[in-house]
């Protein structure tokens, strides 16, 4: 995930469309390739691909007061430490708080109040998660060369990591599922939670519940810039960690891009994204569904169906209309689809995996006659669901695999969250004498010819000893 870790907040650009061609001819005549109802324009529009297409978006930084803003906060928390986060929590979260800490009192209530049906789901899901994880853990290792040379690799967990778990309708008790379990996987010891207060001072039910089935049990009600500021210096109460995971507004945003180098951050975030791959054999309600299963999630959310067939885009075009009558969220999900939300009818299916790939999206769905028969062909998506039995869904709450993926086309380059996100590996170089009396000579040599003579003469000063 490195290669985006710095970058700032996904802001989309006024009235463009998620995918955007760079040829101008790439949007066919209205007449023949653009599909409208009798009433007029459809939610999703029905486009043939010619040219190219990306699933990148305008990536905003903040605008130079909000910059300014964050600095003051992280500089304010790390002279005054708690003071300054309950004023914090107290101007934006509304709430004057005597303790920071949510104590296992508070934890034990919002366990018990949870239902106990949701209590075994939430076990299964985590038991689904951890095993999946398991699967991913490095174990150190040594070999011993001919001339007696040992060298390894340790892997070594991080002492200590942070969670930011966002307040209001984004506070997902999933998201603290799919966090802390790799980093216990890992064998990280300390792992602390915060997240931004309810105004009577309360931590969301579904979020300490989970955290309570984790073992978790150092969570603070602090959230904004404030608590990232916390987390990377410290303050009284909360001592300071290695990395912080989790996604938040511009300001969190800001904040981790601030402190990273102090401390490693885990990424920037940007909304969700879901491609759906399918051919004629595919059923168009499912495929409506899972469109807005994403799209539902924001405003600048985006939701696209990439497929050789016209009469399969024009009934998923349909049925996402008939769907969006009844959904809570539809004015969300509309506005997701109008404005980043597609469907991209290719002349062969073959056709269709090379604009997947360079699409490169955070989800992709694979629904065709034979799905996993293309898994070989595909090679750039966060995470694959093959068949119709594998909506988006599934992933983000229950199969294990983890649903903290790369967005905004950058799965061409990097990797959902995992157990390496949890550790860090040291090399392990046990030279031994017959090695060094073979080999000195060549590595003094290299030394010299990048102008380093004091490298140069760290070997030959053993060479000349000859013990």
């Given at each position: 995930?490195?290669?985006?870790?710095r970058?700032?907040?996904?802001?989309?650009?006024?009235?463009?469309?998620a995918?955007?061609?760079?040829?101008?001819?790439?949007r066919?005549?209205?007449?023949?390739?653009?599909?409208?109802?009798?009433?007029?324009?459809?939610?999703?529009?029905?486009?043939?691909?010619?040219?190219?297409?990306?699933?990148?978006?305008?990536?905003?930084?903040?605008?130079?007061?909000?910059?300014?803003?964050?600095?003051?906060?992280?500089?304010?928390?790390?002279?005054?430490?708690?003071?300054?986060?309950?004023?914090?929590?107290?101007?934006?979260?509304?709430?004057?708080?005597?303790?920071?800490?949510?104590?296992e009192?508070?934890?034990?209530?919002?366990?018990?109040?949870?239902?106990?049906?949701m209590?075994?789901?939430?076990?299964?899901?985590?038991?689904?998660?951890?095993?999946?994880?398991?699967?991913?853990?490095?174990?150190?290792?040594?070999?011993?060369?001919?001339?007696?040379?040992?060298?390894?690799?340790?892997?070594?967990?991080?002492?200590?990591?942070?969670?930011?778990?966002?307040?209001?309708?984004?506070?997902?008790?999933?998201?603290?599922?799919?966090?802390?379990?790799?980093?216990?996987?890992?064998?990280?010891?300390?792992?602390?939670?915060?997240?931004?207060?309810?105004?009577?001072?309360?931590?969301?039910v579904?979020?300490?519940?989970?955290?309570?089935?984790?073992?978790?049990?150092?969570?603070?009600?602090?959230?904004?810039?404030?608590?990232?500021a916390?987390?990377?210096?410290?303050?009284?109460?909360?001592?300071?960690?290695?990395?912080?995971?989790?996604?938040?507004?511009?300001?969190?945003?800001?904040?981790?891009?601030?402190?990273?180098?102090?401390?490693?951050?885990?990424?920037?975030a940007?909304?969700?994204?879901?491609?759906?791959l399918?051919?004629?054999?595919?059923?168009?309600?499912?495929?409506?569904?899972?469109?807005l299963?994403?799209?539902?999630?924001?405003?600048?959310?985006?939701?696209?169906?990439?497929?050789?067939?016209?009469?399969?885009?024009?009934?998923?075009?349909?049925?996402?209309?008939?769907?969006?009558?009844?959904?809570?969220?539809?004015?969300?999900?509309?506005?997701?689809?109008?404005?980043?939300?597609?469907?991209?009818?290719?002349?062969?299916?073959?056709?269709?995996?090379?604009?997947?790939?360079?699409?490169?999206?955070?989800?992709?769905?694979?629904?065709?006659?034979?799905?996993?028969?293309?898994?070989?062909?595909?090679?750039?998506?966060?995470?694959?669901?093959?068949?119709?039995?594998?909506?988006?869904?599934?992933?983000?709450?229950?199969?294990?695999?983890?649903?903290?993926?790369?967005?905004?086309?950058?799965a061409?380059?990097?990797?959902?969250?995992?157990?390496?996100?949890?550790?860090?590996?040291?090399?392990?170089?046990?030279?031994?004498?017959?090695?060094?009396?073979?080999?000195?000579?060549?590595?003094?040599?290299?030394?010299?010819?990048?102008?380093?003579?004091?490298?140069?003469?760290?070997?030959?000063?053993?060479?000349?000893?000859?013990?």
């Amino acid at each position: 995930m490195g290669g985006f870790r710095r970058m700032g907040w996904w802001r989309f650009g006024n009235g463009g469309a998620a995918l955007t061609t760079p040829l101008e001819n790439s949007r066919l005549p209205m007449d023949e390739n653009r599909w409208t109802s009798q009433k007029g324009e459809r939610t999703m529009k029905i486009e043939r691909i010619r040219g190219g297409v990306s699933l990148r978006r305008t990536i905003e930084s903040g605008t130079e007061e909000q910059r300014r803003a964050v600095l003051d906060i992280i500089a304010n928390v790390r002279a005054r430490g708690d003071a300054a986060l309950k004023e914090y929590t107290e101007r934006f979260d509304g709430v004057r708080l005597d303790s920071l800490k949510v104590t296992e009192e508070e934890m034990k209530r919002a366990h018990a109040v949870m239902s106990a049906e949701m209590l075994e789901i939430i076990r299964q899901a985590a038991a689904n998660i951890r095993d999946y994880h398991e699967r991913q853990k490095r174990e150190s290792w040594l070999m011993t060369k001919e001339d007696g040379t040992i060298l390894g690799q340790k892997v070594t967990p991080l002492d200590a990591v942070g969670l930011y778990v966002p307040g209001g309708t984004a506070a997902y008790p999933s998201s603290v599922l799919m966090n802390v379990i790799p980093a216990q996987v890992a064998g990280v010891k300390r792992i602390v939670i915060t997240s931004p207060p309810n105004k009577d001072g309360t931590l969301p039910v579904g979020v300490l519940a989970a955290a309570y089935e984790l073992g978790v049990t150092e969570i603070y009600k602090v959230g904004g810039a404030q608590a990232i500021a916390a987390l990377a210096y410290g303050t009284e109460t909360i001592r300071p960690v290695d990395k912080i995971f989790g996604p938040g507004n511009i300001y969190v945003a800001l904040a981790k891009r601030e402190v990273f180098g102090h401390v490693a951050i885990d990424m920037i975030a940007g909304p969700s994204e879901i491609v759906v791959l399918a051919d004629e054999t595919a059923r168009p309600d499912e495929i409506a569904a899972d469109l807005l299963s994403q799209a539902e999630h924001d405003v600048r959310a985006s939701a696209i169906l990439v497929t050789p067939s016209m009469k399969l885009a024009m009934a998923v075009a349909s049925e996402v209309e008939r769907q969006l009558e009844t959904l809570p969220r539809r004015d969300i999900a509309q506005a997701a689809l109008e404005n980043y939300g597609a469907i991209y009818v290719t002349e062969t299916l073959e056709e269709a995996v090379d604009v997947v790939n360079e699409l490169a999206p955070e989800h992709l769905e694979v629904m065709t006659a034979e799905p996993l028969a293309l898994l070989g062909r595909l090679r750039h998506a966060g995470a694959m669901f093959f068949g119709r039995f594998s909506s988006e869904p599934v992933g983000d709450y229950f199969a294990g695999p983890n649903h903290v993926l790369p967005t905004n086309g950058t799965a061409r380059f990097s990797s959902g969250l995992g157990v390496d996100e949890f550790v860090k590996k040291s090399s392990v170089i046990v030279y031994s004498e017959a090695a060094l009396k073979q080999h000195g000579e060549k590595i003094a040599a290299f030394a010299r010819l990048e102008g380093l003579e004091a490298h140069a003469r760290a070997i030959e000063v053993r060479l000349e000893k000859g013990e």
